[in-house]
């Protein structure tokens, strides 16, 4: 890792993410030093799609709301 380096925990935490974000975070940064590349970015991903899921709810809902 290079001079500019920051733990993963570090980065999550200055940014108060919440756990799905964290996760997503911490798979794709992970992914190529823990030997399990494919699976990592996969999972990822998983989480990436449950929060656009979630946001799109959120904005049908508040588009329900207004009218």
């Known amino acids: 890792l290079g001079e500019q380096a920051i733990e993963t925990y ?22 190529p030093y823990k030997g399990k590349s494919l699976e990592d970015l996969k999972k990822a991903r998983w989480y990436l799609d449950k929060l656009i899921e979630e946001v799109e709810k959120e904005k ?3 588009v329900d709301i207004q009218g």
């Open 10 to 31: 570090t980065y999550i935490r200055s940014w108060k993410m919440d756990y799905p974000e964290s996760n997503i975070i911490k798979y794709v940064t992970r992914h």
């Open 60 to 62: 049908e809902q508040k």
